[in-house]
């Protein structure tokens, strides 16, 4: 996912990467979204699900919403960190518009949370199938020989 090109297919979507708390999702999205800012051919965009959450609000109360989703749906790859904070009727929708129109329109969407998007209480049905329908990956606790390595 880092290192691909715009127009190249995309093979999982969304990739959703879940693991618990301090086994390095943030690390990897960032990493992820590093590297393919780095290459300049392609606009990746990390943000936190808070982040989309106060970005949605604030496009709301400025009555900017609309250039608010087309500045989101104008990048290639959107990076969602810590999805089980995203909270609200109204967000969760956005959010899966934005879900949606990203992944019809062939970008890739990488989100990461603490739990597989079935265990999100607070996860609108449509939205936790959209995200079960990529490619749901855990990560797992590096064993004593990878951490020392």
Same mark, same amino acid.
């Given at each position: ?25 943030? &690390?990897? =999205?960032? +990493?992820?979204?590093? $590297? @393919? ?59 899966? &518009?934005? =879900?949606? +129109?990203?992944?019809? $329109? @062939? ?43």
């Amino acid at each position: 996912i880092a290192e691909g090109r715009r127009g190249d297919a995309v093979m999982f979507n969304p990739l959703y990467i879940h693991a618990g708390v301090g086994l390095g999702k943030t &690390h990897l =999205l960032q +990493a992820v979204t590093w $590297a @393919g800012n780095s290459g300049n051919e392609r606009k990746v965009l990390y943000l936190t699900a808070e982040k989309f959450m106060y970005g949605f609000v604030a496009a709301l109360k400025t009555q900017t919403a609309l250039a608010f989703k087309e500045a989101l749906r104008g990048i290639d790859v959107l990076v969602i960190d810590d999805l089980q904070f995203l909270q609200g009727k109204s967000t969760q929708a956005e959010f899966c &518009h934005t =879900l949606n +129109a990203l992944i019809d $329109a @062939g970008r890739q969407v990488v989100i990461a949370a603490d739990r597989p998007p079935s265990d999100l209480e607070n996860l609108d049905d449509r939205v936790s199938s959209r995200l079960a329908g990529g490619l749901v990956v855990e990560m797992g606790s590096l064993g004593e020989e990878q951490r020392h390595g």
